[in-house]
Each structure stands twice: as C-alpha cells, then as structure tokens.
Nanobody, 126 residues
Framework: VQLQASGGGLVQPGGSLRLSCAAS????????IGWFRQAPGKEREGVAC????????YYAESVEGRFTFSRDSARNTVYLQMNSLKPEDTAEYFC????????????????????WGQGTLVTVSS
C-alpha cells in the first residue's frame, strides 16, 4: 500500500509542471486526497485537495487559478497541473489520502492522512 508522487523538477518562472500521485493497494476514489507542499523553513500547507465524494475541490488562495487538481480513476492516479509558476511555489510537494469515517464525507485537505507519498521537489527559478 503506497502513494507514489512524481513529476517535480526545475522550471522557469511562468512555466508549467504536472505532478502525479499514483496509488497502489487501495482505491483513491474512496479517499479525500490532498496535495501539500513544504518550503524550506516553512510549515507544510495544503494547496489543492479533493473531497472524498469527489464533488468539491479546495485550492489555497496562493494557487487559485493557476493550479488544477484532477483524478483519473481508471489509473488510480491524481494530478496537480501547475501553471504560471512563481519562485514562491518552490517547495517539496506531497500527496496524501485520508479515508472518511463510514457514511461521511471529508472535505478540505486531509488532516489525519492514512497515507503519504514521498515528496517530489519543484524548483521555480531562472
């Protein structure tokens, strides 16, 4: 059972990257899923999160309009499309999944994730 994040790299300001987070051993459709990031010296923050129902997506104000969360159920994978990248987007990015209690829906970013992927580093620099 694991989450595997990938897609980070070095990109110039204004550029784009797409991060992937593939799950194995469990079905992402049953979970609330979040993309988090942590920059050096800063706390981890949720940037884009999908509710367990799949009906609502949260975006941090700092990325709203530039980042897009998507899910491919057939591939059991979620993506974070990042456009118009800025130097302040530089961070290690993580994906996380949290299963909701029975008969409940989790909205917002996972607060007690059951699974974390390893980080993938995004560096935005000229």
């Amino acid at each position: 059972v694991q989450l595997q994040a990938s897609g980070g790299g070095l990109v110039q300001p204004g550029g784009s990257l797409r991060l992937s987070c593939a799950a194995s051993g469990f079905t992402l459709d049953d979970y609330a899923i979040g993309w988090f990031r942590q920059a050096p010296g800063k706390e981890r923050e949720g940037v884009a999160c999908l509710s367990s129902s799949g009906r609502s997506t949260y975006y941090a104000e700092s990325v709203e309009g530039r980042f897009t969360f998507s899910r491919d159920s057939a591939r059991n994978t979620v993506y974070l499309q990042m456009n118009s990248l800025k130097p302040e987007d530089t961070a290690e990015y993580f994906c996380a999944a949290q299963r909701p209690p029975p008969f409940s829906t989790l909205v917002g970013c996972p607060s007690r994730a059951d699974y974390w992927g390893q980080g993938t580093l995004v560096t935005v620099s000229s």
